[in-house]
Each structure stands twice: as C-alpha cells, then as structure tokens.
C-alpha cells in the first residue's frame, strides 16, 4: 500500500515538474523581446473593415460640402489668406465671405500631399500617412491633473507635460505624441509656447504635434526647433514636430491669427493638422451626417488655402467634430455617436485619398473608471477599424478633455493594444487553416493543443497580453492579496518615469536652459 501510494507521489511530482517547466517555457518565450516585424500588433496596421456610410452615403455627403463652400463659403480669412485663395480661383464676395467652385476645390486636391511621412527625431517612430495605416497617439488642451486616488483636479503644470511625454516614450501602442495638456505654471504665452515643445521634445523622440497661441511665436519657436534638430537645413530633411492648427471657428469661418501662424509654419517647413471642431449641435449641426458634411468642408477650404500657398505641402485633413448631449448642450466626447463621427470622417478621408485625423478615446468620466474604459475602448476600436490614420486624443483624456491622468495614459497602452489586434484582423492562410495539427492532436497526441509546436510558435505573433490587466484566476488573485489594477498602473507609471531620461542630448539641453526661461 505505501509502496503504490510513494508511486503515485512520484507520478505525481513528475506530472506536476512537467506541468511547472511547460508554463516556465512558455512565461520565458513571452518575455522574450520579438523584432519589430513579428510584433502582432504596431503602428501602421491596416483598418478600414468598419464602414458606417455607404459609397452612395460618401458621395451624398462630398456632394453636400461642395454645395456649403459654393453657396455659403467661409468669413474671416486674413488678407494673406484671401489673397492667395483668391489668386487660385475662390471668390470674395460683398458680405466679406470666400466661396470656393467646385473647380477649384477639385483642382486643389489634385494637388494636395498625400503618403506624408510624419517623423520622430528616431526613424524608429516614423509614421506614414497612406491608405487605411492607423496611428494612435495623445492630443488635447487639458487644464488639469487628475489625481485618481483624491479625486481632486488641479492645474496641470510643465513638468506634468514632460512627464506625460516620458511616459509615452515607453509606451509602445503610442506612437506620437501631441499636447495633452497646458503649462498653465507658465503666464507669459511665448514662454508657454516655447515650453510646451521643450517639454514634449525632452520627453520622446516619437513624432510631436504642437500649437502655437499667437502667428509671432513660431519665428523664435522655430530658432528652438533648429536647436534641437542640429540646424535648419536637418529640421527640414526631417520635420519631427507637427503644427496641430484650429484654422477654422465653426461654423464656417476662419480663425485669423491661426490662419497666420499657419502659413508662418507652412513657410517653416512644418507639416499642418488642418483641424476642423464643431460640436454637434453646437457649433456643427445636430445631424451627424451633417456635422460630417460641414467639418468636410471646413477642412476643404483648409486644403484650398494651404496649396494655393504652398502646392503640396503636407497636411493632415483634420476633420474632428464633436457630440453634444442635447439635453445640456455639454461636450460627450466619449459616446457612441463620437465613435461614429469619427469612423464616418475616416471613409471621408479615404475617398479624397488624403492623411486624415480625428478624435477618440475621450472619456466623459471624471476618473478612471468602468465608464472611462468603455468610452476609450469604443471610440478607439471603431476609429482603429475605420481605418483612421491619426487617432488623436486616445489616451489619459477625461471630463470631456478638462482633465488628463497619468494613469489612464498607461491604462490607455493596454485598451489600444487590444483595438489594434482587432484592428489586424484574423490570418486566413494556407497553415493557419490547414487540419494538420487538429489530426496530430485528436488522433497521435494529448487530445488539447497546450504545448504543441504551433502554439508555442504562436503565443507572441499571434496574441497580445496586456501589462497591466489582470487574468489570474480568482484563486491566484486572493493568493497575490487581490491586487487592484489602478495599483499596478500606478507601479508602471513610476517605473516608467524612474527610468526615463531626459530624450535631449546634455549639450542641447543645456543651450535650450541657458537661453530659454524653462519651467522644469
């Protein structure tokens, strides 16, 4: 008796010894770092299997747009701007508004950039704006901090920017970064300006988008930027920074001074994010087909305006409207009907066969929460299966923009992860078809595929796991004293910012401080 019982103990330890190497191997193969072009999931993947409009639906809303510029036109261009829209063909009329003829938009577009190459000050980071390639990365103008273990928002400072950018440098379904939020620490807005792109520069080499508050600050912002880049001659080569440009106030006008800083940058050798806003309801109208038809023709005139100054200069057609919820008239940026503005605007850009960029992963919570991760994750996976090129604002937004988290930045790493495999799609070929492995395992083998040469082989090219979401069992769970996931976040977040240095070489970065009044 004790005999076949130290029998079946040894069986046993064996089994379990088996078992125990099994999952060490496959825990070792995980950690493994793969090559860039084995990763299952990177920047540049292909959407565009999600399709809310129909091409009668996309030809309808084009026709509509076309119909706005001719017949209503936009107000408020600057006298630089009229005047080189004029010479190419728009119209001024007796009410000071500039009507554009079918004509002309379509002779624009034929000149209108297309395949923009959006550089990091790394070529690893390098992203190209063609076809349905998606791109996510951060955006906004939040005015605060949100501390997700108070509650508490307060003002967002310079140094949250720079940490903002550091974290996005490690995170690596991110890939660019454009302000989150405003150094509101700093008063004088040259400064601000000046700030904000030595703090997101400091922070990443991935590619930068920016704004600049008045049309005189992109002259000395742009000494800055040569700084950095080594000389202007190399910024050019390789424009690193991007200017993110609210041309337009919907509905249907022009913002004059960013008009000017638009052309100042144009001039500079920067790419520009044509960037139309109207709300639903609001500023756009409440239809959303509607809304779409008057953000595509706000960033067609936006395409008018920048080739008739420069032909062909890079530029990313930004149509990013808005939600109301009508029954406040607040911002909802986290709702089903901004996920399909966004998908909508994506077949848009498509059918002008130009860059194009919009908005999702806001979230409307205050904290990050169970409604912030359904708000993120339901814009996001629609603007990522529309085939969006530039998801902005994908991450850390909350309150409708007012607010950005840390936390949720990483938070946010895990959720496009996720969108991004469902962006890749499913591999239908010849091997991951074939019966092969079903008869080595239902008929010469274990009967379950744990373990088998071709799971092995696919538990990193084919799966995508997340840092910080948790799939223990509920048993491992109450044996690691249930941890939280906000926890774990946190723990990555101050990981990630203990060992992320300062992305300016010493040098540059102490020419910038010695000449500039920085704030961190």
């Not at 440009?245 to 008009?259: L, Q």
């Not at 848009?348 to 993120?376: C, N, R, T, V």
């Not at 990483?410 to 010849?430: A, H, M, N, S």
Request: glycine share 8%; net charge negative.
């Amino acid at each position: 008796m004790t005999d076949q019982s130290n029998a079946g103990g040894e069986t046993n330890v064996a089994q379990k010894g088996r078992r125990t190497g099994g999952r060490a191997a496959r825990v070792a193969l995980r950690a493994a770092p793969l090559a860039e072009d084995l990763r299952p999931i990177r920047a540049g993947l292909s959407g565009g299997q999600y399709r809310p409009l129909t091409d009668a639906q996309v030809a309808r809303i084009h026709a509509a747009a076309l119909d706005a510029l001719e017949q209503i036109g936009l107000s408020q261009a600057p006298q630089s701007g009229v005047d080189a829209m004029t010479a190419a063909g728009a119209i001024l009329g007796d009410d000071g508004r500039l009507r554009f003829p079918r004509a002309l938009v379509e002779d624009m577009l034929a000149l209108a950039s297309r395949d923009i190459t959006l550089h990091g000050r790394d070529e690893k980071h390098d992203l190209y704006l063609s076809g349905n390639r998606v791109h996510f990365g951060t955006a906004g103008a939040a005015v605060h901090i949100v501390d997700h273990v108070t509650g508490e928002y307060r003002d967002s400072t310079t140094r949250d920017l720079y940490d903002a950018a550091r974290i996005t440098q490690h995170l690596d379904n991110l890939h660019f970064f454009q302000r989150a939020m405003v150094c509101r620490d700093v008063e004088d807005n040259l400064e601000m300006d000046i700030n904000t792109l030595v703090a997101a520069c400091s922070g990443t080499t991935k590619h930068v988008g920016t704004s600049f508050s008045d049309p005189s600050h992109v002259a000395p912002c742009m000494d800055l930027i040569h700084m950095i880049a080594g000389d202007e001659a190399a910024w050019r080569a390789r424009p690193f920074i991007s200017n993110s440009n609210c041309f337009v106030v919907p509905p249907m006008k022009f913002a004059e001074e960013s008009c000017m800083a638009m052309e100042n940058c144009i001039r500079a050798g920067m790419p520009v994010l044509l960037l139309s806003a109207g709300q639903a309801g609001a500023t756009a109208p409440a239809p959303i087909a509607l809304a779409i038809v008057q953000a595509v023709a706000e960033c067609l005139a936006g395409v008018v305006y920048v080739n008739s100054v420069s032909p062909g200069h890079p530029a990313i057609f930004g149509t990013w409207p808005f939600v109301s919820d009508l029954r406040t008239g607040a911002m909802s940026g986290g709702s089903a009907e901004q996920a399909l503005l966004s998908a909508g605007c994506a077949q848009m850009h498509k059918f002008y066969d130009l860059p194009g960029g919009a908005a999702a992963g806001i979230s409307d919570s205050k904290l990050p929460d169970m409604q912030a991760g359904w708000e993120q994750m339901i814009t996001n996976v629609l603007a990522g299966l529309s085939g969006l090129n530039m998801v902005y604002e994908a991450a850390g937004m909350h309150a409708s923009l007012l607010g950005f988290c840390q936390e949720s930045l990483v938070l946010g790493d895990d959720i496009i992860g996720q969108v991004l495999r469902c962006v890749r799609g499913i591999d239908v070929t010849e091997d991951s078809v074939s019966i092969d492995a079903m008869k080595s395992v239902c008929l010469d083998g274990p009967g379950h595929y744990l373990g088998t040469d071709q799971t092995l082989a696919l538990m990193q090219t084919e799966y995508v796991y997340p840092t910080c979401g948790n799939r223990m069992s509920p048993k491992e769970w109450q044996e690691a004293n249930r941890p939280l996931l906000l926890d774990r976040v946190t723990q990555r977040k101050e990981e990630i910012l203990a060992n992320a240095p300062c992305q300016l070489a010493p040098d540059v970065d102490a020419a910038i401080r010695s000449t500039y009044n920085i704030y961190f």
